[in-house]
Nanobody, 119 residues
Framework: VQLQASGGGLVQPGGSLRLSCAAS????????MGWYRQAPGKQRELVAT???????NYADSVKGRFTISRDDAKNTVYLQMNSLKPEDTAVYYC??????????????WGQGTQVTVSS
């Protein structure tokens, strides 16, 4: 099982980016999926999560600006980021609590994608 994140890049303050994270491999079921970020010199922090039922949770710092969604047919989670600020600069990581065929639920992480907000 692998999680592949994409969509990061350099954007000006006030701009938008859309991150994607696709889970691949022998997957039986995916429960919660989420996005975390880690800025230089800081601990990794929660950005947003979405359950299999569609319930979402956001960090206060991104509420009203970021939207998490998922496409279960594609085993993919998205993060639409609008009104980006320099303090959103970080490496963004996706994760998924999923069950591979013949195994048990476990937490899997993607490799991270860099988001830089700068003029």
């Amino acid at each position: 099982v692998q999680l592949q994140a994409s969509g990061g890049g350099l954007v000006q303050p006030g701009g938008s980016l859309r991150l994607s994270c696709a889970a691949s491999g022998s997957i039986f079921s995916i429960n919660t999926m989420g996005w975390y970020r880690q800025a230089p010199g800081k601990q990794r922090e929660l950005v947003a999560t979405i359950t299999s039922g569609g319930s979402t949770n956001y960090a206060d710092s991104v509420k009203g600006r970021f939207t998490i969604s998922r496409d279960d047919a594609k085993n993919t989670v998205y993060l639409q980021m609008n009104s980006l600020k320099p303090e959103d600069t970080a490496v963004y990581y996706c994760n998924a609590y999923l069950r591979p065929f013949g195994s048990v639920y476990a937490l899997y992480w993607g490799q991270g994608t860099q988001v830089t907000v700068s003029s």
